[in-house]
């Protein structure tokens, strides 16, 4: 034994060695952290993303799979999975935009399925952990009125029903998995099929017969033999009713197969007869479904009244008592139109009923609620739709304001003046004694929302296509203020910083211009940027269609500036109206898309009211047909600063820097050369043409951007069929026309300025273009590219640049697009529809903001950030080296001082 | 004989330069709203171009008499001229297009303007720009005959086709660079010095600071 364990012993302890070491070696590389690319670091420093879905057609729980999810089908065309608890996207599939990609079914399972396009169709499964396709197979109906056609999925069969009206209707049963008919398709008679039919699966039922005299009919397609269940509609509503008597399907998957009649009667398909359900809806507008509960089917509704706000209820079927726990009636909540898109309900151990609800809203909202009410999470979807945005500053701090306000007083004696000072910086010392105690961090949260030193801090306002407004904080992405408007058509919008935060003790202002969504009538939205809040003239819906809109250049005395619209009568209003007397000596234009017309107005103020008088007209694409397929204008927020470039040879070439000047791509048809490119940059004050350029067998795509002189547009080349990007500068020459200083007016030059053009092939599909913009404009100026695989590029104008100087070698005809150009790094950002650009408080910054399904904020620094101390400055090390140099010259001089005096005892 | 091939070479470069698929002829009836009794616009005159490609019109326009110069003197507070065009091609016929000075500068200029007509390749007018000409006049022109002349130049401007991606020259260029390696590497013909500078001034300044800072100890030694 003892010679056993001493034989152990020392292996033992070189094994316990070894472990010790092994751990230390452990412990080592998980203190090293490994990155795979440079500036890991910087990763969601600067920027965030947001994904979205689109507004949710179809909705169903996983409630197969471990980890609970909902899978959603959308109208954007995005099949994705939600995590249940926090509503974040687990995977996502994008299908094409056009109507291959549309959904048509979505069928949770085992796996889940869908049917997408019309006509071939294609239906997939996938797995729904990991969103992975697992089979594919396609399906061309011989029929050409497929835009009738529903599915459904039974018993693993892929159901197709196609309504013939007046005589029959087709079905037809695929294996799932396969796609192998179960048979041909059975026809069955149904002679009384009108529009007025829906598919309550498994049954088909419509509402059919002279009008005394209706019947309510109902078919079983599924089944082998045909029963047909046929009743007067008068059995299930009034006669005065019948005229034009609703007829939808429960929604939400219900369980039972139903129906609701009319404004409030449900009724349900069971052992082939109808059944009115013991409950009635409790409102016109309720959505209803059934599902199964802790006690047997309830059918549950939810709608929203001004009476009651957002009401959920539930009842048994079977009794028709209420379900008191899932209850809830809210004032609070807004969720217009709710509509129940999946509910499932699990019993719980006190047979109580444990629901998830997930409820779609009219603003495109979508939200998870507990029975009770209780909300869980919810989605802004309307953001997947973005139309119009605007980069709002935000106010400066009270202590700033007072600052100002000193330097803005212009009445009062010196006496006040110094006064006021005293005062001033009396609060200033408070306010230092306060940091210093550490009291800032208290004083900064109830106005975190305060201009920081650089202006990097900014709120976002965003119109979307559903009619809702949002304000994102740049910095963290978080919504701060939502406002839905639901007769707001968001089609053409714009939005118009008409007072900023700069100004106390007025508060920003910001005005939306857009379309009525039922009449196409102008509709007005005036509102504090900072909190969300309407101001002054609110919310204006205008009688009339709005031709054109402007902010006028000069401020009034409150410095609002005034709105100025133009409506189809060409008449002019003014907001607010007190301002008309300003509007002297402007000019708008209007654009016909489809005819490629352009027209200029004049507009002025006569003394009673401003009239605008046509100026100028121009036809851009000749008298043949023509469409205008993007215009681009100069930025608001661009100030040009450098008024011409410097030469290789030390010499000034002069910009053409014209404000009024207005990028209209135009494309035109000619009988010779079929399609033609015709670029115009228009002077939209005088309707003099600055430059021009024809690209001959050629396609326009919607995309051109315009700063300063430089004009890019981007095209189709029919000829070599590919995508190329063409730029356009315009310089005045190498003397200036004007002198310095001198302010540009359209109406007084008389010179053609030199016009420069270049083409490049551009290997990427685009679909948005920007200018980055700055401060100064004397930073470099980037294009931003939206591309459709996902990426946003970044390419320096130096590439692009029209005017090439002979001396420079001859730059490559294809553009290149290196991957670290890319803004987004491996964030893929899909359906990129726009790109938006700010300039920051700092001359090397711009903000970039670019909408799509997915929003995605960053900053750019197109000539990096030369103003700014980089992330890793060591300050550290400079301070220690700084006081090091201090003692060190301190020290010396003592030294020779103490050297000196032995010298001189020598 | 050398004198006329240059001149046939010089005439063709001139066409190349204008950029017409063919020629064709241009009408031009403009219209003004001074001094009309009914309409609210009338006649002015016309331009008309035999040949798009030569450039050359045939300007033919009424002369203004006192009720013109009065309009537009009333006008001139801040109002416009303006004018309206109906074009007529082979092609398309009274395509209307309107352009506009203002009054003042007009009547400044002694009724001189300057009309810029922009042509498709296909001779189509796309826009006319109506400018006032720079004179070299008195700003205070007296109007006191009964007729004045108008003074009006008329250009036209041709919409280039833009370029196409330069890719012949870059592909001769790889050509040549190509051409290049092949012959080997080029000769590099600088000097010594021109080549090395910038190691060189480097160790001359190194030498000459070193020789600078050495004799003071030696004269110390040699005391």
Sequence with gaps: ?906 | MKMFTIIFFSINVLQNAICLDYDGWLNIKVEHTLNCKYEEYCARGSISLKSIRTGIPVIDQINFNDGHINELKIAKVDGIYALRTLVSTAESKDVEIISFVRAKRFLESGLSDIIRAWVLPNGEVIALSLQVANTSQPKNIEYKSSEYKLNSTFYIRHVDPAPLPDTASYIQKLEREKEAREKGELKDNRSFLAKYWMYIVPIAIFVMISGAANPEPAAQAAR
């Design chain 1, 1 to 906: 034994m003892g010679v056993l364990s001493s034989n152990l012993k020392p292996s033992f302890l070189g094994l316990l060695k070894f472990l010790n070491n092994m751990n230390w070696f452990i412990v080592f590389f998980s203190l090293i952290n490994i990155s795979v690319c440079i500036y890991e670091d910087q990763i969601g420093k600067f920027d965030w993303r947001q994904t979205y879905v689109g507004r949710i057609k179809f909705a169903q729980f996983d409630t197969v799979s471990t980890a609970k999810k909902i899978i959603v089908a959308t109208e954007e065309n995005v099949l994705a999975a939600l995590n249940l608890k926090t509503g974040q996207v687990v995977w996502r599939h994008v299908f094409e935009t056009a109507s291959t990609g549309n959904i048509q079914l979505l069928h949770v399972g085992e796996k889940v399925t869908t049917v997408t396009g019309s006509n071939p169709y294609l239906v997939r499964g996938w797995d729904s952990n990991t969103g992975v396709l697992i089979w594919e197979w396609s399906l061309t109906v011989q029929n050409d009125l497929t835009e009738y056609s529903q599915w459904w999925v039974q018993n693993n069969m892929l159901v197709h029903v196609l309504p013939v009206f007046g005589s029959h209707i087709e079905v037809t049963m695929y294996n799932l998995l396969t796609g192998s008919n179960r048979g041909a398709s059975s026809m069955l008679p149904a002679i009384w099929t009108n529009e007025r039919c829906i598919l309550t699966a498994p049954h088909y039922t419509c509402i059919s017969g002279p009008l005394e005299s209706q019947l309510l009919l109902s078919i079983d397609v599924t089944s082998n033999a045909v029963k047909i269940i046929s009743k007067p509609l008068t059995d299930y509503v009034d006669i005065q009713q019948t005229v034009s008597v609703n007829l939808r399907p429960l929604g939400g998957n219900s369980i039972i197969p139903g129906f609701v009649l009319g404004n409030d009667k449900i009724v349900f398909i069971r052992d082939n007869n109808f059944e009115k359900s013991k409950v009635q809806l409790g409102d016109k507008s309720a959505s209803a479904t059934v599902v199964d509960g802790a006690n047997g089917h309830i059918l549950v509704q939810t709608w929203m009244d001004d009476v009651t706000g957002f009401t959920l209820t539930a009842d048994s079927v079977s009794t028709g008592k209420e379900v008191t726990d899932i209850y809830c009636s809210d004032k609070t909540l807004n969720i217009p139109k709710p509509e129940l898109l999946a509910v499932m309900c699990t019993r719980t151990s006190r047979e109580q009923n444990a629901c998830r609800l997930l409820i779609n809203a009219a603003d495109d909202a979508v939200h998870l609620m507990q029975q009770g009410g209780r909300a869980l999470w919810a989605r802004e979807e309307a953001l997947s739709r973005a139309r119009a945005v605007e980069f709002v500053e935000l106010p400066v701090s009270d202590t700033d304001a007072a600052l100002e306000s000193e330097f803005d007083q212009k009445e009062g004696s010196v006496w006040s003046a110094f006064a006021r000072r005293l005062l001033t910086q009396y609060q200033q010392l408070q306010n230092l004694i306060r940091s210093l105690q550490g009291e800032s961090a208290v004083q900064k949260t109830p106005s975190s929302l305060v201009r920081d030193y650089f202006n990097l801090h900014r709120i976002i306002v965003i119109v979307t296509d559903a009619g809702k407004i949002f304000g994102i904080d740049n910095l963290s992405g978080e919504i701060l203020w939502r406002r839905y408007e639901a007769g707001l058509s968001a089609q053409s919008a714009s939005v118009f910083t008409r007072r900023s935060a700069r100004t106390p003790p007025h508060h920003a202002h910001l005005s939306v211009v857009a379309t009525q969504r039922d009449t196409g009538n102008g509709f007005i939205l005036s509102l504090n940027p900072i909190t969300g809040e309407l101001i002054d003239e609110g919310k204006l819906i205008l009688n009339v269609r709005l031709l054109q809109c402007m902010m006028l250049h000069v401020p009034d005395s409150e410095k609002l500036h005034a709105l100025v619209l133009l409506d189809e009568k060409e008449n002019v209003l003014v907001l607010p109206s007190s301002a008309a007397p300003l509007v002297e000596d402007v000019y708008m234009y209007v654009a016909e898309k489809d005819t490629a017309k352009v027209q200029g107005y004049s507009l002025r103020f006569d003394g009673k009211g401003v009239r605008a008088q046509r100026t100028w007209a121009a036809r851009l694409g000749g008298a043949g047909a023509a469409r205008v397929a993007a215009t681009a204008t100069r930025s608001r927020l661009e100030h040009v600063r450098a008024p011409g470039r410097a030469l290789a040879d030390r010499s000034v070439l002069y910009k053409y820097s014209n404000p009024n000047l207005v990028l209209f791509v135009v494309e035109r048809l000619d009988p010779l050369y079929k399609e033609e490119v015709v670029a115009v940059a228009l002077d939209v004050v005088s309707g003099a043409l600055a430059g021009a350029a024809a690209h001959r067998r050629a396609r326009a795509l919607p995309l051109a951007a315009h700063a300063d002189n430089c004009f890019v547009y981007l095209y189709r080349s029919e000829k070599h069929r590919r995508l190329e990007l063409a730029t356009m500068e315009l310089y005045e020459g190498k003397e200036r026309w004007l002198e310095p200083g001198v302010p540009f007016s359209s109406l007084e030059s008389n010179q053609v300025p030199i016009v420069e053009h270049q083409a490049f092939i551009l290997p990427a599909t685009p679909t948005a273009a920007a200018f980055t913009i700055t401060e100064r404009s004397l930073t470099d100026r980037h294009v931003l590219l939206g591309l459709s695989s996902g990426a946003v590029v970044e390419l320096p104008w130096a590439y692009l640049e029209a005017r090439r100087d002979e001396s420079l070698p001859v730059a490559a005809p294809e553009l290149p697009l290196p991957a670290d150009a890319t803004l987004n790094y491996n964030r893929t950002l899909q359906r990129v529809s726009a790109l938006h650009a700010a300039p920051a408080g700092l001359e090397s910054t711009s903000l970039v903001l670019v909408t799509g399904l997915d929003l995605f904020y960053t900053r750019v620094a197109p000539s990096k950030t030369f103003d700014l101390l980089k992330d890793d400055f060591d300050y550290y090390l400079i301070t220690i080296v700084l006081s090091a140099l201090i003692v060190a010259t301190y020290s010396t001089k003592y030294f020779a001082s103490r050297k000196m005096l032995k010298q001189a005892w020598k």
